[in-house]
């Protein structure tokens, strides 16, 4: 079981309620949650939190290296607790989003420089059928 508050002074983040619960529930449920899905399943536990309160807690952990923000559906901004190297997979059906590894191949070709720019964050995304919709399909 992780240490939220030694985790969030990790990425020094100053520990609060609000933002030790936020930061649990990315790193416990990985279903890559909106900001109204976080506000949602923590509202009725947290009476004093905000959905300002929410925004502003993910940004701050985005901006500090601690979630990412996921802008791999047009229409919503998700969140994810793990930063650890890894693609994202939605599912055009359902709208599920799911981590996946990177393949060997692209890893190994993952330069810092390109063309004189530093790069310090990359993103892969691809869309398609999950196997669990494509079941229910058969």
């Keep these: 079981m992780i240490n939220i ?6 990425y020094n983040i100053k520990p609060s309620v609000q933002r030790m619960a936020i930061m649990q529930y990315l790193l416990e449920y990985k279903s890559h949650p909106s900001v ?3 506000y949602n399943a923590l509202a009725p536990s947290i009476p004093t939190l905000s959905k300002t ?5 993910l940004k701050l952990f985005v901006e500090h290296g ?5 802008t791999i559906d047009e229409r919503n901004v998700c969140f994810d607790g793990d930063t ?3 693609a994202h997979f939605l599912c055009k ?3 599920k989003i799911y981590d996946l590894p990177i393949p060997a191949p692209v890893k190994e070709v993952m330069p810092n420089v390109i063309d ?8 892969y ?5 999950c196997k669990n919709c494509l079941n229910n399909n058969d």
Excluded at 5 to 10: G, S, V
Excluded at 66 to 70: E, V
Excluded at 116 to 123: K, L, T, Y
């Design 53 to 57: 309160t929410v925004y502003n807690t």
């Design 125 to 129: 995304y691809y869309k398609g059928f």
């Design 84 to 86: 650890t190297p890894h």
């Design 66 to 70: 601690a979630a990412q923000m996921l």
């Design 116 to 123: 004189g720019h530093e790069i310090n964050e990359m993103h």
């Design 36 to 38: 109204d899905e976080v």
């Design 93 to 95: 059906c359902c709208g």
């Design 5 to 10: 508050t030694a985790h969030l002074l990790q």
